[in-house]
């Protein structure tokens, strides 16, 4: 049979260059940067013709007078491949044989090559072909030596040239390499993949050079031919366009055995098909041959695959593998066989003992043939021998050790068959080096690992030490304030509240700290030295930073703004009426000679009205002005402003609007009457003796009546939608709004002591337990909390919160409690004296039972008023001189108002103190360098605290 033509996979050599086509352009470029520079970079991606071009493309431009090349593959290394390359050439009598393993190859190497180029009076080119294994199976080792072998070169005089060759994804790893030798990458070339047409003349040029093959159609059939070329990429390599050829040639020579040239044409093209699968195909059909041929394999399936594995990387690169690295158990003679096998059907190709898979594209096809288990398996044996390498050559160093991770992955994979396969096909010394080297790491690893344990434990326990220490010094800090607070709230009471906000602004969120600020506050004003007299001059200058104040002329009530920036009092003998600002500051004065009956705020507006005993209603703006006067019938009984109208209730038997001069009379005495605003109006319901409830518009006139027997007082809900009628037997009834022929009773209840609408549609009802309904769905419980009797009696019953659902009772007459929604008592406060009153504040309550709220919780015990922690621990108390006679808490939660027969205390709520502390804290006594005068002033700091001022303190609370 006679031999192809055509290349198949090997590349083309100086011989070959009649041959060689395609790449005059290349060619050019490459012989200009070689003559520009000593390194030539020449890359590209895997199929591009980058060998052929070199070893075929310079022989058709350099003379061989010009240029001696000598070829380089790595096969075990670089440099022992360099100086097995050049030993052929010349080789020193007196220079033992260099390897790796000598520390300074170089010397040798560059004798060599200086002796070559003296002998055959040309330059040497060096070309180190598929660089790319430098850099996926060499050491760390091996490519520091490359590089000081590359820089002494470039460093000499001798005249020698260099080409790397490699694929075009390793460029980079020659970067590292460019730190020493900058001029490396300043001359390098890409070969690109050739396009169709180029293709097309490459095919024509070759059919032209060859004498024993031809076209049939040069045109057509070259066409034909690319088109079964493509890929899915609609790429072509040249790898798969000489495979391809070559299989035409097989296929024609069939068929015409003994006639040359043989003829190829459409119907031999069309036999042979396209490319897909063509590697694949081949090295099936050559391993399914070479079976065939050696009954010895017939139970041994994969066996001709495995072998080939070892020539290939974990990246799917061909690698070399000497003879002496595979001939090593009892199938010697079997594999010997077979690979001159594979070396005969074209698939490996042998030199000095070196075996190595023909093209990369095979290495490919082989790299993916291969099971996911078996590419870890090798991946990872590969990683451990190469790190093993660098550990012998770099003396052993522990850094060079095996990392943690990979040891444990040898440890799990190792009992793997597909591990184990591999592993044993390394020699038995080998093996056993590994194995010991995984175990050196394995050690070296879990002694560093004890060693950082005990460091860690070391640091922790220090840390933890230091962390106890700063915080008992926080502590003992923090203690010397809160006490140098108590013992100087009488004789320095401006300095005990600095020293106390010091304390607070700590941030160890001490509930001590915020009863010492909470107590200097209190205890400001205690004393009768700095009082707000009301009646005769505004707050000295002294006392405006203080919160609580003492009214010397006996107030009779008091009225906040909506705004909350002004507040009115009315004196006790109700002849005098004044504005206040938020600082305490008056803003005007008004005596009413006849007397004042009734005053309050009416608006956002911040504007007020007035009704006087002699029957006559006023209204003023916040400046003082005069607004509207409001005539007032002399028999009513009370007035009150709706709106911008006013109403009178006369004798009990008839409501007077004293905008309209109308009234409404009724037969019967008006039991009870409220008021709702409908649709912007203002609307009253009455309660009449007659048993019936009667609605009626702001002009008087009455819109709906219903009658109820025995109903004590009635009100509609905000909506207008719902009437809550309340009879003399305790009995509840709700009605729906408006009333029709056929009015429906929703809801109806006995013994209910007490019932009011709430907002969202809710009411609530009181008897021997405090329920929350739905009006939409009145008999399902929303909210439920037993009382018992003894809540249901007393003057302050209940406090309910929709907000969290809490509610507070007051039990026994002693005991202070607050329950959730099921009635469980989440916490229960005791005191000495029966309680008149107590609140838990709304703006806090979503921090209940949390350390972030400072106090929620304020009760009047006897004559006492009690702050507490949200814990239920008592914060400070406040005992005025004079008994109290009535107090309250503003709507806005920011003021607790007391009143005596002679004095008005207000104190602040833990709202305003902070609302204060923000202020002062920007401008006033309370920054931080007036606090630390003040603590140096007394002597209070961090360390002389114990010595200075602790025999002084004594207990406070």
């Not at 506050?521 to 001059?537: A, E, T, V, W």
């Amino acid at each position: 049979m006679n031999q192809s033509p055509f290349q198949f996979l090997s590349p083309y050599e100086a011989k070959d260059k009649h041959l060689f086509f395609g790449r005059d352009r290349e060619i050019e470029e490459l012989a200009e940067l070689l003559l520009r520079s000593r390194f030539v970079v020449v890359y590209g991606p895997s199929g591009s013709g980058k060998t052929s071009l070199i070893r075929s493309g310079l022989a058709k431009k350099l003379q061989d007078t010009h240029w001696f090349p000598i070829y380089i593959r790595r096969k075990k290394d670089f440099l022992s491949s360099c100086t097995e390359e050049l030993d052929k050439f010349y080789r020193p009598a007196k220079i033992p044989p260099p390897s790796i393993d000598e520390t300074n190859p170089n010397h040798s190497l560059l004798l060599q090559i200086k002796q070559v180029s003296r002998l055959y009076l040309r330059p040497v080119y060096l070309i180190f072909d598929q660089l790319e294994e430098l850099f996926i199976t060499g050491t760390e080792y091996e490519r520091e030596q490359f590089l000081v072998l590359l820089k002494t070169i470039d460093e000499s005089d001798i005249p020698c040239k260099i080409i790397l060759s490699l694929r075009e994804e390793y460029l980079a790893h020659l970067y590292q390499f460019e730190k020493q030798i900058s001029t490396l990458l300043d001359f390098r070339l890409r070969v690109e993949l050739m396009t169709n047409e180029s293709i097309k003349d490459l095919i024509m040029d070759m059919f032209r050079a060859m004498p024993e093959v031809e076209l049939n159609d040069e045109e057509n059939d070259a066409d034909f031919i690319i088109a079964q070329l493509y890929d899915t990429t609609r790429q072509i390599q040249l790898p798969y366009l000489q495979v391809y050829l070559d299989r035409l040639w097989n296929n024609a020579i069939i068929q015409t055995p003994d006639k040359l040239p043989l003829r190829i044409d459409k119907t031999i093209i069309q036999n042979v098909g396209r490319i897909e699968g063509v590697l694949e195909k081949f090295l099936e059909e050559q391993i399914t041959d070479i079976e065939q041929q050696n009954p010895e394999l017939k139970n041994r399936e994969g066996y001709i695959l495995s072998l080939l594995s070892k020539f290939v990387t974990p990246e799917g690169t061909r690698q070399s593998q000497y003879i002496k690295d595979i001939d090593k158990d009892e199938d010697n003679l079997l594999k010997i066989k077979i690979l001159s096998n594979l070396e005969k059907q074209r698939i490996l190709k042998e030199e000095n003992g070196f075996y190595e898979l023909y093209h990369d594209s095979l290495a490919m096809v082989i790299f993916r043939s291969q099971s996911a288990e078996q590419k870890k398996a090798s991946n990872l044996l590969r990683r451990i021998e190469r790190i093993q390498e660098d550990f012998t050559h770099y003396d052993q160093k522990p850094d060079y050790f095996l990392d943690r991770l990979s040891v444990e992955e040898f440890k799990k994979n190792r009992n793997t068959a597909v591990f184990q396969v591999l592993f044993q096909d390394l020699p038995k010394s080998r093996q056993e080096n590994l194995k010991a080297f995984v175990n050196k790491s394995s050690d070296y690893h879990e002694k560093k690992y004890q060693l950082r344990r005990v460091r860690i434990l070391f640091t922790t326990v220090v840390l933890l030490l230091s962390t106890v220490a700063v915080w008992q010094w926080r502590v003992s800090s923090l203690n010397s304030l809160i006490l140098a607070s108590a013992f100087l709230s009488e004789d320095a009471p401006d300095d005990a509240i600095a020293i106390a906000y010091d304390a607070y602004q700590r941030p160890m969120h001490s509930p001590e700290a915020q009863k010492a600020l909470l107590t200097a506050f209190y205890n400001h004003d205690k004393q009768d030295d700095h009082p707000l007299n009301m009646g005769f001059s505004p707050p000295s200058e002294q006392h405006d930073t203080f919160l609580s104040k003492v009214f010397h002329s006996a107030i009779r009530s008091v009225s906040f703004s909506p705004s909350q920036n002004f507040f009115l009092t009315v004196n006790q003998s109700s002849d005098s009426l004044m504005i206040w600002k938020k600082d305490w500051r008056m803003q005007a004065a008004f005596p009413f000679k006849e007397g004042i009956k009734q005053a309050s705020f009416l608006n956002e507006k911040n504007h007020f009205y007035v009704i006087t005993k002699a029957n006559a209603f006023f209204t003023f703006s916040i400046e003082g002005k005069q607004l509207k006067t409001y005539p007032i019938p002399p028999n009513s009984v009370n007035s009150f402003l709706i709106g911008e109208q006013v109403f009178s209730i006369i004798d009990t038997t008839a409501i007077h609007n004293s905008l309209s001069n109308r009234t409404y009379r009724s037969k019967n005495c008006i039991r009870g009457i409220s008021t709702f605003m409908l649709d912007g109006h203002p609307h009253f319901v009455t309660v009449e003796a007659d048993d019936t409830i009667r609605i009626l518009r702001q002009d008087l006139v009455i819109t709906h009546k219903k009658p109820l027997k025995a109903v004590r007082n009635a009100s509609l809900s905000t909506d207008g939608q719902w009437l809550l009628a309340r009879t003399f037997d305790n009995g509840l009834e709700i009605w729906q709004y408006p009333f029709h022929n056929k009015a429906q009773l929703v809801f109806k209840k006995a013994d209910v002591k007490k019932a009011y609408f709430k907002a969202d549609n809710q009411f609530v009802t009181l008897g021997d337990s405090l329920q929350v309904h739905d009006l939409n769905f009145p008999s399902i419980l929303k909210y439920s909390c037993k009382c018992g009797k003894e809540t249901v009696n007393h003057p302050m019953p209940i406090q309910y919160s929709p907000k969290v659902k809490l509610t507070t009772l007051i039990c026994n007459d002693t005991i202070f409690s607050i329950r959730n929604k099921n009635g469980l008592q989440l916490l229960a406060i005791p005191h000495d004296k029966p309680i008149n009153n107590g609140w838990f504040l709304e703006e806090n309550e979503g921090y209940f039972f949390k350390e972030k709220a400072n106090y929620q919780i304020i009760t009047l015990a006897g004559n006492t008023l009690h702050f507490w922690s949200n814990q239920g621990n008592h914060i400070c108390a406040i005992t005025p001189n004079e008994p109290l006679t009535a107090i309250y808490m503003d709507p806005y939660e920011r003021w607790i108002v007391g009143v005596s027969k002679n004095k008005t205390w207000i104190w602040p709520t833990w709202n305003e103190i902070e609302n204060w502390l923000k202020k002062e804290e920007k401008g006033g006594f309370l920054q931080p360098a007036k606090r630390i005068a003040i603590k140096k002033k007394y002597q209070v700091d961090d360390f002389a605290w114990d010595v200075l001022l602790r025999p002084l303190t004594r207990p406070f609370l």
